[in-house]
């Protein structure tokens, strides 16, 4: 059986993948230093440990991933997901919710940010309006 994903799992699943991109550059900062990877990898000139340039480069990373996280948070409350089964009529396509029915349009613009704009769909015009609609203009 399918497991549904959750807007909880997605959110989680984002923030953990940021928080190790952000726990990776903080390691390339502190093995900079370390290591001295560009004398390591390049050859060139050896360069001494300076632990107050990582301590500031760590500080910038760590604001930058306290700002980027708290704003992908607050965005991702914002966002608003359709989760778990909604009852709906077989016949009319009313939606049960709680003790009312209410139109299809009606539901989703109270659940959501998204809107409804009217159209006929080519297979309902042929249907319902066979034999109204001109194919292009007389005089």
């Known amino acids: 059986m399918k497991t549904m994903i959750t807007k ?43 632990w ?12 930058l991933a306290s700002v980027s996280l708290l704003l992908t948070k607050m965005l991702m409350n914002r966002i608003r997901f359709f989760e778990g089964f909604v009852p709906i009529c077989s016949y009319c396509k009313k939606i049960r919710s709680g003790d009312e029915w209410l139109s299809l349009e009606t539901y989703v613009t109270a659940h959501s940010e998204a809107l409804f704009s009217h159209g006929i769909c080519p297979e309902c015009k042929d249907v319902h309006f066979h034999g109204l609609h001109r194919t292009g203009r007389t005089q």
């Open 8 to 50: 909880k799992m997605i959110v989680r699943t984002l923030i953990i993948s940021q928080m190790f991109g952000y726990a990776i550059l903080l390691f390339l900062i502190a093995g900079d230093e370390l290591f001295d990877f560009p004398h390591t990898v390049f050859g060139t000139l050896a360069t001494p440990v300076n």
């Open 52 to 63: 107050a340039e990582v301590m500031i480069e760590s500080s910038y990373i760590v604001v």
